[in-house]
């Protein structure tokens, strides 16, 4: 390992997924772990997607796809921006990859020259900052907390523009903080872009269907901004399809081409099945996905309740996603059952080995005094996984 490249040395391992090995590992010895360090929906893929998967392969979508996508997948996306976000996007300005990750990647390296400055209101989602590092950019933390609900203000984005700015990307609904910027919030921000005309931001909003407040409002329909906006989404947390890995972005078309450029060189098109069911995923009526957003709902408003009653966690009320993130840091400096905590990290390890529950430290979201609580769980294990926590806090 001596002769690891230096990108992949100084790259840090995915902290969610760092939880969950550890969580399995845990498992294996026979503890009985609940893990709510996911951010993967526990539903099945609703049958209407599935059927037209199976359809796909008996009609043999077998080969190569284009590299951008099917153009009858990327008419339904284009339908999909326009019904729920008011967006106009193009063929020409779409572009479907494995995953809204690799589209997150696709654009950095599109985008960012080496020590172009990405802006990232912290919390941010936890790959946003390896990604931006990989395409030799150079990720620029804003620090938010709960008094401002985990967002970042207009004079926090002033204050963080250099010349060197570049970018700026976040997640509304936000993983991990659940918030969700109101359409006046997001004129602010753009008020600050307008003096800046060279800053190009990334709106991620994977979590938009999964949306308490109601009314997603999305950046690029902000007058001055859809030029310099790529929307990124894809179809892992509102259809439950995670393994399937399809996302996509719409973007100016110089943007769209550059992406198509370097995905014909890394991958090629997405995956053929998979493209010809999130057809009918997007071509459905929002209905069919009520089910799980309601589910969501109610278990966010339980999980509140529930940790609303443990001393020493303090809490917003996430709007999205399905996501909890208490500030813990009233904890630090405290000894538990002999163990000293001085960091979130400590306090997740704390929880998991003695309640037996896996969260992931707020560290690797860029905000050190919370942690991150998946609800994408059953009522039951929640109640008892906060049982739990409550019992060694
Ligand atoms: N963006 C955010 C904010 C996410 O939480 C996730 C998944 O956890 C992704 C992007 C990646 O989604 P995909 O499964 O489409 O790669």
């Not at 969580?23 to 951010?39: F, N, P, T």
């Not at 997640?171 to 003096?195: Q, R």
């Not at 190009?200 to 949306?211: A, G, K, L, T």
Request: one cysteine or more.
């Amino acid at each position: 390992s001596n002769h690891l490249s230096d990108r992949i040395k100084n790259m840090s391992t995915s902290a969610t997924l760092a939880m969950a090995a550890k969580a399995r590992e845990l498992r294996s010895e026979g503890k009985d772990i609940i893990g709510l360090s996911l951010g993967e929906p526990d539903f099945n893929i609703p049958d209407f997607i599935k059927e037209a998967a199976k359809q796909a392969i008996d009609e043999n979508y077998s080969s190569y796809t284009p590299v951008d996508g099917y153009a009858e997948l990327k008419k339904s996306i284009s339908g999909k921006f326009k019904r729920d976000n008011g967006l106009d996007y193009g063929l020409n300005q779409i572009v479907v990859s494995t995953g809204a990750k690799q589209s997150l990647f696709n654009v950095a390296m599109v985008v960012l020259n080496p020590g172009d400055e990405v802006i990232l209101p912290a919390p941010y989602w936890v790959s946003y900052s390896d990604i931006v590092k990989l395409a030799e950019g150079v990720p620029v933390e804003v620090p938010t907390g709960i008094d401002t609900d985990f967002k970042m203000t207009p004079q926090q984005l002033e204050a963080a523009i250099t010349p060197n700015t570049r970018m700026m990307w976040f997640s509304s609904p936000c993983n991990p903080s659940g918030s969700v910027y109101s359409k006046e919030e997001l004129e602010g921000l753009a008020e600050v872009l307008k003096k800046h005309p060279d800053i190009y931001v990334v709106s991620d909003e994977i979590y938009e269907h999964i949306n308490f407040a109601g009314g997603h409002v999305s950046i690029a329909g902000i007058e001055g901004m859809y030029d310099r906006t790529v929307t990124v989404n894809g179809v892992s947390k509102a259809f439950a399809m995670t393994g399937w890995r399809i996302g996509y972005i719409g973007a100016p078309e110089w943007i769209a081409k550059g992406c198509t450029k370097l995905q014909g060189q890394v991958t090629s098109g997405a995956n053929s099945i998979a493209q010809r069911a999130v057809i009918a995923a997007l071509d459905a009526p929002l209905s069919k996905i009520q089910f799980m957003i309601d589910e969501f709902h109610k278990r966010r408003d339980l999980v509140l309740d529930l940790l609303g009653e443990i001393e020493g966690f303090k809490l917003n009320v996430p709007e999205g996603a399905f996501y909890v993130f208490p500030d813990i840091s009233s904890f630090f400096g405290k000894t538990l059952k002999g163990a000293t905590i001085n960091s979130a990290e400590d306090f997740a390890l704390y929880l998991l080995e003695h309640a037996n529950v896996a969260t992931v430290t707020g560290e690797a979201f860029g905000n050190p005094n919370c942690i991150r609580i998946s609800y994408a769980a059953s009522e039951k294990e929640l109640r008892e996984a906060i049982a739990r926590i409550k019992a060694v806090v």
